[in-house]
């Protein structure tokens, strides 16, 4: 099936149900990814430099398992690995051969990624494999050496329940006794500070948001009016919950691919999931796929965690 027409279904499905949905997932065409960025350097959006601060501090503690020995560092979604060059530089100290596989889906952000690293730290060696986890993780899970796999940004925090269970199982599969795990996980914290972080005043994540409708249109011939909708989002400090919406203003029919799909006003599509976690959460989570963890290998800063599990 085509990527189009895989869009289409899962869209035209998951706008025939009730509440109306859409997959996060879809929210990464080139422009989506490009206001992604935005949202990266927004102060309100205070993710990546909770988990740079963290990672300085931890860096050299994460390293110190992997001393005088051959390590693969794999890493999920790697973007363009600007935070991850802080722990390969420690690795690169500690252990003796450094090779780095970066995965993700966009081939050209690998190869920044690429040319960065090894002009940073000359000693460390760069894979590329770009395409989706599952037939990517595969391919890097086969290399040689003691393997570390970080899924970093809070990415976990997007999937529902069944997804991070199937997820972190399939993560658990592919390593071998002895590798672990590192994954990185925004914190439950002052309810504002996350709300605000997904409802910023500069509108950006309004603009992330209301994309959908606009790629619905540019790869669907969708006929969504943008400013017919508009951002919701709200954070539930009890359940950890952040979740955005696209509200319809008004009564409305619209068109996608010669299927119409109408909208009471006040209609919402639910379109992310942000989980926020405690920390004992993300152990239970990892503990119960069988990883195991050192209450010395769990790190947390200013309502920032990263975990490393062993298998
Ligand atoms: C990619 N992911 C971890 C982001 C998040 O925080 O859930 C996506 C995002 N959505 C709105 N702002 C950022």
Redo the contacts with the bound molecule.
């Keep these: 099936m085509s990527q189009q027409k895989a869009f289409l279904d899962h869209v035209i499905e998951g706008l025939r149900q009730k509440p109306k949905k859409i997959s ?1 997932l879809y929210f990464y065409d080139t422009k989506g990814s490009r206001i ?1 960025q935005e ?1 990266m350097n927004m102060p309100e ?1 205070y ?1 990546p430099e909770l988990e740079k601060a963290l990672l300085i501090k931890e860096a050299e503690s994460i390293a110190a398992h992997f001393k005088e020995e051959p390590v693969t560092v794999i890493e999920l979604g790697a973007g363009d690995g600007s935070k991850t060059r802080i722990l390969l530089e420690s690795l690169s100290v500690s252990s003796r051969n450094v090779t780095y596989v970066p995965l993700d889906i966009d081939k050209d952000v690998l190869e920044e990624n690429k040319q960065a690293t090894v002009k940073a730290i000359p000693g460390v060696q760069v894979k590329i494999i770009a395409g989706n986890y599952f037939e990517t993780l595969s391919k890097a899970a086969g290399m040689e050496g003691k393997k570390l796999l970080l899924f970093m ?3 976990l ?2 999937f529902d329940e069944n997804r991070t269970r199937d997820f972190l199982k399939m993560i658990y599969d592919h390593l071998d006794g002895g590798d672990y795990f590192l994954l990185a996980v ?1 914190l439950k914290k002052d309810p504002k500070k996350i709300a605000k ?2 409802d910023d005043p500069h509108g950006i ?1 309004a603009k ?1 948001n209301l994309n959908l409708l606009a790629r619905m249109n540019r790869e669907l011939e969708g006929d969504f009016r943008l400013d017919q909708f508009e951002h919701y989002a709200t954070y539930n400090p009890l359940s950890g919950l ?1 979740q ?1 919406f696209l509200v319809s203003k008004k009564r409305q029919k619209v068109q996608i691919a010669g299927q119409f799909i109408e909208f009471e006003a006040g209609e919402v599509i639910h379109t ?1 999931n ?1 989980r926020k976690y405690a920390l004992p959460e993300i152990k239970q989570l990892l503990e119960n796929e069988g990883f195991l963890i050192n209450p010395s290998d769990i790190f947390e800063q200013e309502g920032y965690g990263l975990v490393l599990a062993g298998k």
């Design positions: 996060s992604f949202i959006y993710l940004g809070s990415n925090g997007n925004d972080a997904y994540t992330f952040a955005s992310e942000s």
